[in-house]
């Protein structure tokens, strides 16, 4: 993992790992989770196995659903592991999301709680966010910033 | 949320251009005419109007008109947007985790 561009998460989820992964992987329990409220999802597809398709929709008045993921399953392990990524979308076209591609990797772990469930999302490294460096306010922040450095470092 | 996840889509789509880009870049250094900012830009006015509506629209900068001058004047606050992305998938992820439990620990879905 790389601290800047990834992020990992765990939970101990106290339900069965069976019930964590139906959660997942069947489109009507996935729409009730998958997107906050007050806003809508549609599950468009699911097709929870190797290359297959991860669509998703939103909306916000439940009438009109606009696109919110479209993505391609990379590994799935039943009951443990679930790989897909936003890079590659549902027809297996490279795909450049907005905001940002990913793949994230979420596994369903035994636990004498339940479900050991953790995640990892790995980012790529957006061009926005070199573009956002480029804008570099050398004259701005950047001044202040080593500034700062150099009183709190001592030199001058 | 979306509104929130709107705002950063805007962001990204305003500085996904070289010539925006420049402009913001500009703009950090202090407001600016639109016609001195034109001046420096290789492009017809009514191009380069296109481009500071949709940095106005994406909120990056502001306008002001003053008799027949309009100003163009960076808004840092919303620049600073981008820099907490990794943060905002962070919280993203956080609460989706959060909503999961709920489901599956909540009533009997099964």
Redesign the interface.
Known sequence: MNP??D?G?E?I???PRA??W???TDPA?LA???I?AP?RCQVDRLDVRPGGAFVTR?S?DGEEFVPHLDACFLAVDALERIVFTNAVDSSWRPANP???A?TATITFGEHPDGTD?R?V?R?GD?E??A??E????A???GTVATQLAALVEGTR | MAQYSAQLDGVFVALADPTRRAVVRRLGRGPMSVGDLASEFPMTLPSFMKHVRTLESNGLIRTVKSGRVRTCVLRRERLAVVDDWLAEQRRIWEERTDRLEQFVTGEDNS
């Open positions: 800047d561009l992020l998460l939970r989820i106290r339900a019930t964590v139906n959660a997942w329990r009730q989770w998958w906050p806003m939103m916000e907005a905001p940002i990913m469930y995640i999302v980012h957006p926005s966010r573009q956002h480029e804008l570099g306010f004259d701005g922040w």
